[in-house]
């Protein structure tokens, strides 16, 4: 649920849809900053969110078809939305 408010929120900023492929790559890492956060220290997740967004930012420079990924990304969120409802 997190990483999708933190894409809506994105989206709404005018900024790319968020590509968490970063967190799939080391997840541990991004455990460790939960737990972290849990702790009160919010450094962690501050830096791993900022990398994310970096990296989206840099993918949305890149991708000719940013239109369409943006979209794509819409209707995954469409259907996270919607998943509760079938679960």
């Known amino acids: 649920m997190g990483r999708l408010l933190t894409t809506v929120m994105a989206l709404q900023a005018s900024m790319p849809a968020l590509d968490f492929e970063q967190i799939e790559k080391d997840k541990g890492r991004y455990i460790e900053a939960i737990h972290a956060g849990h702790?009160?220290?919010?450094?962690?997740?501050?830096?791993?969110?900022?990398?994310?967004?970096?990296?989206?930012?840099?993918?949305?420079?890149?991708?000719?078809?940013?239109?369409?990924r943006t979209c794509q990304n819409f209707f995954q969120i469409q259907w996270m939305l919607m998943l509760p409802h079938y679960v």
């Open 39 to 68: 702790a009160g220290d919010y450094a962690p997740m501050k830096l791993i969110f900022s990398e994310i967004l970096d990296f989206s930012l840099q993918q949305a420079s890149q991708d000719e078809n940013n239109e369409w």
